[in-house]
């Protein structure tokens, strides 16, 4: 599976934007989705999780802020970002998760997004 992320970008605190991942296969055939980043210096996060029964978890840093979705028609998950924050700023990957007889995952390649104060 292939993973593509876009939507990244420059946006003042306070503003929104919405990441895009297309994905090469059905998305409803997916166990997991996901949205991490890797903010400089740091480690990559969690940021949210969608399952193909459509339970959704986000960390606790962007609950009430960030919203995950699909549209299973164009295969792609979306990442609402509301209300941003200069701390949001980071590389944004999108991951997907399949799961079988053994474990598949990929990613997409990063979206940066830079939250000016």
């Known amino acids: 599976v292939q993973l593509q992320a876009s939507g990244g970008g420059l946006v003042q605190a306070g503003g929104s934007l919405r990441l895009s991942c297309v994905v090469s296969?059905?998305?409803?055939?997916?166990?997991?989705m996901g949205w991490y980043r890797q903010a400089p210096g740091k480690q990559r996060e969690l940021v949210a999780q969608l399952t193909s029964g459509g339970r959704t978890n986000a960390a606790d840093s962007v609950k009430g802020r960030f919203t995950i979705s699909r549209d299973n028609a164009k295969n792609t998950v979306f990442l609402e970002m509301n209300n941003l924050k200069p701390e949001d700023t980071a590389v944004y990957y999108c991951?997907?998760?399949?799961?079988?007889?053994?474990?598949?995952?990929?990613w997409g390649q990063g979206t940066l997004v830079t939250v000016s104060s």
């Open positions: 296969r059905r998305i409803d055939s997916i166990d997991v």
């Open positions: 991951h997907g998760v399949v799961v079988t007889d053994s474990v598949a995952d990929a």
